[in-house]
């Protein structure tokens, strides 16, 4: 049971995160923002940023999904399940997950591990309620960045995941 929960989230995880980079693809103004993302001197410390993320679970092994990164962060992620999902509190499920992301420059984002607290919706379905993530590093134009991103959507088990995200990054300096 725990198995087919694991792999319904996964999948959930990848039908938002396909879903929000269909919604997000094809606009212009994101791909303005991916080349303007750089943090310049004289420029604010923080900005936000926005896109989506598709991922296929089973990708890499049972437990990790992998797919592309649209939006401000665009490149590749991949992302695993630290343990089984557990039972929460009024039925929910909840994930332990690790990120690993690259972004199209070749720059990697470094994130501490997320909890996903989702709803199932069928056997195969679950809706994401919360899912954070802190940024604690990475290289190049990451190297010391900080923030945080928050991801909504679902994930289909079957048919993948899919989500959007928002949030704030931070340069070092």
């Not at 087919?4 to 879903?19: D, N």
């Not at 590749?76 to 999902?85: E, K, R, T, W």
């Not at 940024?135 to 928050?150: C, K, N, P, S, V």
Request: aromatic content about 8%; charged content about 15%; proline content about 5%.
């Amino acid at each position: 049971m725990i198995g087919r929960i694991v792999r319904v989230l996964f999948l959930a995880f990848a039908a938002v995160l396909v879903s929000a980079m269909i919604a997000s693809s094809g606009s212009h103004p994101a791909a303005a923002r991916v080349r303007s993302f750089h943090m310049e001197p004289g420029h604010d410390r923080c900005k936000p940023v926005g896109g989506s993320v598709i991922t296929n679970f089973g990708a890499v092994d049972a437990n990790t999904t992998l797919g592309p990164a649209t939006g401000d962060l665009a490149g590749a992620v991949a992302a695993g399940l630290l343990a089984p999902p557990a039972s929460g509190p009024n039925g929910t499920v909840v994930f332990h997950i690790q990120h690993h992301w690259v972004t199209d420059a070749g720059d990697n984002i470094l994130f501490d591990p997320a909890i996903a607290t989702t709803q199932p919706i069928s056997q195969t379905l679950f809706a994401v309620i919360t899912y954070k993530t802190k940024i604690t590093g990475g290289t190049g134009r990451f190297d010391g960045a900080t923030g945080e991103l928050d991801f909504i959507g679902e994930a289909d088990l079957v048919h993948g995941t899919a989500f959007r995200y928002s949030g704030e990054v931070c340069s070092a300096n």
